[in-house]
């Protein structure tokens, strides 16, 4: 069995690429909630519903966010109401913050209703919050804390970002089919998604039972850089990297996470850094990261599940 | 002034001509919140939206609640989650139940906020929630006790009803501008709209403060009828006077409100009535009680305006 760490866009793209792969029961995606928050008393949780519809296919692949085939009326009515309208809501996205606002409410554990919700929508594969209880994103910048939507969406990522700070993270408890894959001994390799290391890994990275799993792990830790050719592919990660004054490179990245990743899975633009990225004691795959569609969604993650059991193979002699 | 005590479909359409005919400051909208309720974590209020929805003009006035120009997004979506799907929910009326939720659950008393969302739609006339508490109207059957919207929407009305009960009247707090009318001298007549008297206006006369003024008072309390050739215009208000064997008729209802009542407008096809209705102590006038349009509602207000200046002056003599 194989864990996919995932993030926004790029952790759902590849997330459904490992899940035309690997059976339902070989695969687990546990979702960063650091970028979850309160809205209009709805509780929204953007990387979970951009995972679960992408697995789906009710998703939006224009946006990368919200459902297909969606209206507007909700937005429009708002705004003639007066009320908050920085944060887009389709309609039919609507009725997902609903269900689960009043599921949250009766007490129902978010990793439950996940569950629920997405066996609704057809998934097959666990999509597993990376915890029950709420872990708030905030982002340290000049102008002081801002919570992460703020920063995000109303900001539109423009504050200069000073650094990161994980609410509620230290805290964290684990959903229990989580708990039971880091106990256990059925996951064979972990995977972290193309996702941005700062605003969609870290947040995982900072709940005490993912980060000392990952720590004490016996398995291998495959990680696809979202950096290509010193670019993300969709999100604020390389004007964040900058702002820090870190390399804006996939070796920049590999230096980031440092030993918690054993093996790299660079873009092909990216060869000229192999050699680097090795010398930091790391194995590297050269490939096409990109993945404008499912099937370049499947064949990066073949690609990354072959590097997996490479490893793995390796790790058990 | 005039104090207008409004249900849902027939309140809120005398209550358009009455606006017609009244400036902002000569008219309160006073309206039934007994149908309240909670459902998918939201606060819905059908009588208080119907009729800010009416007076706003952007009501549907095919079906008497909701708005026009509606589209169903988020009811297709929920169905897709499995979520209750019973109460329809359109996706523009969405905003007002998600905005007010959310101001109620930051302690924004029904009353403030009704007024708040009602201006914003361009509503002039004051329109006023019988209580910024919760009154639950509870229907009484055969097979126990069911709340309203259970009842009126779930089982469409179909349980034989054996009473009613509404929960919270006894403790309902008026808000601070009903207060000020009931306590001040401002008010000249009351109007009681053609609302079904069960379920939309007994809630009302439930709240103490409005019973104790409407039987203490010195001026008038003019009603339009709900009942018009044996028949209720739109909803179950002959059925559940047929279930409690009252009799079906404009007098029938003339008998039950009592006392309470002054004066009585009745449809011309019960024009046989008017004898038995004076009997009972009450002046009549016979008209055209329909309001298909907004002409209607006018013409009907400004006769029912005209009974109840009649009925003032004759009091203040």
């Known amino acids: 069995m194989i864990v996919a760490l995932a993030g926004g866009v790029g952790g759902a793209r590849l997330a459904v690429g490992l899940a035309q792969v690997l059976a339902p029961k070989a695969l687990a995606i546990v979702v960063n909630t650091g970028d979850d928050f309160e809205h209009l008393g709805l509780t929204i949780c953007p990387d979970i519903d951009t995972v679960v519809y992408t697995l789906a296919g009710v998703h939006n692949p224009a946006s990368g966010w919200g459902r297909g085939e969606e209206t507007w009326s909700f937005m429009h009515a708002l705004r003639g109401l007066g009320g908050e309208a920085w944060f887009q809501l389709g309609d039919r996205d609507l009725a997902m913050h609903v269900l689960r606002t009043a599921a949250l409410r009766r007490g129902v554990p978010l990793s439950e209703l996940t569950r629920a919700l997405s066996r609704r929508l057809g998934v097959r594969h666990a999509v597993i919050p990376m915890s029950d209880t709420p872990v708030r994103t905030r982002v340290k910048t000049a102008g002081g804390e801002l ?36 106990t256990g001994d059925a996951v064979k390799a972990i995977v972290v998604c193309p996702s941005n290391p700062y605003v969609s890994v870290a947040p995982m990275l900072h709940v005490p039972a993912l980060r000392g799993w990952l720590r004490a792990r016996r398995i291998p830790v495959v990680a696809v850089s979202p950096i290509v050719g010193g670019a993300a592919i969709k999100g604020p990660a390389a004007k964040i990297m900058r702002e820090l004054g870190a390399e804006r490179s996939a070796a920049g990245i590999a230096r980031h996470y440092g030993p918690l990743v054993d093996g790299w899975v ?16 790391h194995d590297v795959v050269v490939t096409d990261t990109l993945m404008p569609d499912r099937c370049a969604s499947e064949r990066l993650a073949r690609e990354v599940v072959r590097f997996v059991y490479a490893l793995a193979r390796r790790g058990a002699r």
């Open 266 to 281: 660079i873009d092909t633009v990216d060869a000229p850094l192999r050699g680097r990225i090795e010398a930091l004691g």
């Open 147 to 182: 919570a992460f939507q703020d920063y995000f969406v109303r900001l539109r990522c423009r504050p200069r970002v000073r650094g990161f700070r994980f609410a509620g993270a230290a805290r964290a408890r684990v959903p229990p089919p989580l708990y039971r894959l880091i």
